[in-house]
């Protein structure tokens, strides 16, 4: 089963102008831009942060909901491979120990790849997810 880290948004108009954004699946993120591409872009680097937040305090992660005619928007590569590697771990009920000793690192290597802030690597993002049966694929699309 794929699993895809694209989230619709609601934008809303505001009366002094600019549009804010909401996200149906996360409670605690909003931002808002003065234009439709700024609103998205910042609603994109809003993502990043609700995702991030819930692996640090270690909550689950909203599947997304159907677009249904709203703008999705998309974490970053690195983030979205992160957020998979921690639903990874969470489902099969591996703590980060035990997968490191799986990988045979040390478990500060462990939280690293889910600290996301920390610059890991991409290929070692794929490796890690290769140990759960899982490929990493990013797709490149047009920005509207």
Do not use: W
Request: with cysteine.
């Amino acid at each position: 089963m794929a699993t895809r880290y694209s989230y619709p948004v609601d934008l809303h108009n505001e009366r002094q102008g600019g549009l804010s954004v909401t996200f149906p699946d996360f409670d605690e993120a909003f931002t808002d831009g003065d234009t439709f591409a700024e609103a998205v872009a910042e609603a994109a680097d809003c993502l990043e942060e609700a995702l991030a937040g819930r692996i640090a305090r270690r909550e689950d992660i909203p599947a997304p909901s159907p677009a249904k005619g709203r703008p999705p928007v998309t974490p970053g590569a690195v983030l979205a491979a992160k957020a998979a590697l921690y639903e990874a771990l969470r489902e099969e009920r591996l703590s980060n120990s035990a997968f490191a000793m799986v990988l045979g690192v040390q478990e500060s290597e462990v939280r690293r790849m889910l600290d996301p802030r920390h610059a890991t690597k991409i290929g070692r993002l794929e490796e890690a997810l290769a140990r759960f049966g899982k490929r990493l694929v990013i797709t490149v699309e047009a920005v509207a």
